[in-house]
């Protein structure tokens, strides 16, 4: 039996062996290749690289209009909200002023509730 320190040796006379292994990963992100990718293209199909690129463009051009019109968007919701949010404490105010307290009163609490909740819920689900 041998000893605890020889285990892990190779006997006498045996063939130093080493196992190398070598990974080469890439990982890229974006709408295009890489250069010698969209060059292997172009020489499989003629005009191929150059189509690429401008589908890349457009695409970039269409991505960069949807996001600005979805900022009109908000706004312009940010707007109307804010106006029909005065609106409704003015008629509350009106209401309460010719003796309608309680219908005065609801009025604006519910003028001020719907954007705080709003604000609320947007802050707490992170949207």
Do not use: C, W
Not at 30 to 59: C, H, K, S, T, Y
């Amino acid at each position: 039996m041998g000893s605890k320190r020889n285990r892990n040796r190779l006997p006498a006379g045996a063939p130093d062996v080493r196992i190398v292994q070598q990974t080469h990963q890439e990982f890229r992100a974006g709408p295009l290749p890489d250069p010698e990718d969209l060059a292997r293209f172009e020489q499989v199909v003629p005009g191929l690289a150059n189509r690429i690129v401008n589908m890349a463009e457009e695409n970039q051009r269409d991505r960069l209009r949807s996001n600005a019109t979805i900022r009109r968007t908000i706004a312009t919701g940010q707007v109307f909200a804010f106006l029909v949010s005065l609106g409704a404490i003015g008629a509350g105010t009106y209401l309460a002023s010719i003796g309608h307290s309680s219908q005065g009163v609801a009025a604006i609490v519910f003028a001020l509730g719907f954007p705080i909740a709003s604000f609320l819920y947007r802050r707490v689900t992170g949207r």
